[in-house]
């Protein structure tokens, strides 16, 4: 399992509670910015990839413009094992603020 959020806080408090339980595989902690930092580098060394990424918070930054959104999911399908699945949550606000502002969903 591997976890990344922008917030050390976040990351610690991750991390503690996932230490107090019975595991069966191993994880990985770091604090990044899927928006801004290389994050196919750091995984890259790590030899690292995923069967599902899931992004809990925050979706909707990553397509303030067309060029973010490019490198987010870039940055999703290089995490990916072929065949791994991208999962997401984004408020229903924005979704009806794109819908009216874009027409294009």
């Known amino acids: ?3 990344a959020d922008v ?16 595991k069966s ?3 990985e902690f770091f604090e990044a910015d899927p928006y801004t930092d290389n994050l196919e580098t750091l995984l890259q060394e790590k030899d690292i990839q995923a069967d ?12 303030e413009t067309k060029d973010k959104a490019r490198r987010l999911l870039s940055k999703v399908s290089f995490l990916l094992k072929p065949g791994g699945y991208f999962f997401d949550i984004i408020t229903d606000s924005w979704y009806e603020m794109m819908i009216g502002k874009y027409h294009c969903f």
């Open 25 to 27: 595989f191993t994880s």
């Open 52 to 63: 599902l990424v899931c992004c809990l918070q925050h979706l909707q930054l990553g397509f």
């Open 1 to 3: 399992m591997l976890i």
């Open 7 to 22: 917030v050390s806080s976040g990351i610690n408090e991750v991390r503690e509670a996932w230490e107090s339980q019975r």
